[in-house]
């Protein structure tokens, strides 16, 4: 192994005049690419989404490893799918589904930009669907 895990290293011998070399073997990476609604495409980059989720969670209990980690899945469930192009409304939904775990806050603040809350009752809609797929002990209770 070389480069971290990257890289496989071998020493080989060319077998007409016996001088020794080394090869080193790497995965080639399709670069992935993100799809907008406008039809645009761009280079995918980690660091953006991370940006865009950490504005969601200014002020909240969320650490740079809790971001971190939920880019990495995001990333990796994408790679998954072995497409080279992602939707941009798909990668939405997968931050969407781990920020609901990670903080409901930070999820109501990312989900009133990605699916563009224009009203109070859309707050409303998401809030009773978030309590609902919460189970009942992990509810907070009602501040009164």
Do not use: H, W
């Amino acid at each position: 192994m070389a480069e971290e895990g990257r890289a496989i290293r071998r020493r080989r011998q060319c077998e007409s005049c016996g001088q020794r070399y080394t090869t080193y073997e790497r995965i080639e990476e399709i670069p992935l690419l993100v799809q907008k609604r406008s039809g645009q495409r761009e280079a995918f980059d980690k660091e953006k989404l991370i940006s865009g989720v950490r504005k969601a969670c200014k002020n909240r209990p969320v650490t740079n490893d809790d971001l971190d980690k939920l880019a990495e899945d995001v990333v990796d469930t994408v790679k998954e799918e072995g497409s080279s192009v992602v939707m941009s409304a798909d990668l939405g939904l997968q931050i969407l589904e781990r920020l609901r775990v990670l903080d409901d806050v930070a999820y109501l603040r990312f989900a009133s930009v990605y699916k563009d809350f224009q009203e109070l009752n859309d707050f409303e809609k998401e809030l009773g669907l978030l309590q609902k797929k919460l189970p009942p002990k992990e509810r907070p209770a009602p501040k009164i």
